[in-house]
């Protein structure tokens, strides 16, 4: 069990923090709910290391408490650095 509680509470910090940089990020962003909640995942791994660099938990941090405000910030930005990179990527496809 506590595998799989770990594996759904991930989707769904995944999918708030996703949403959360959706929703500042300016522009349209052309992906689907699935692409949002793991660029999110994605995103919210690299807020950790970013968070680590500059001296806090990093991700010991987000698994330990997924909740605070400072993670949450810290997700939200890594999940914009990540969407950004995945629109340049994606940015002439069809």
Known sequence: MGLL??????????AIIGLLARAVMPGKQGMSLGMT???GVIGAVVGGFIGGLFGGNG???IMNNP???GTIL???IGAIIVMVIYGLATKNRA
């Open 59 to 61: 991700i010991s941090g």
């Open 5 to 14: 509680w770990l594996i759904i509470s991930w989707l769904i910090i995944g």
């Open 67 to 69: 909740w605070s405000i």
């Open 37 to 39: 909640i793991v660029l």
């Open 74 to 76: 810290l997700a939200v």
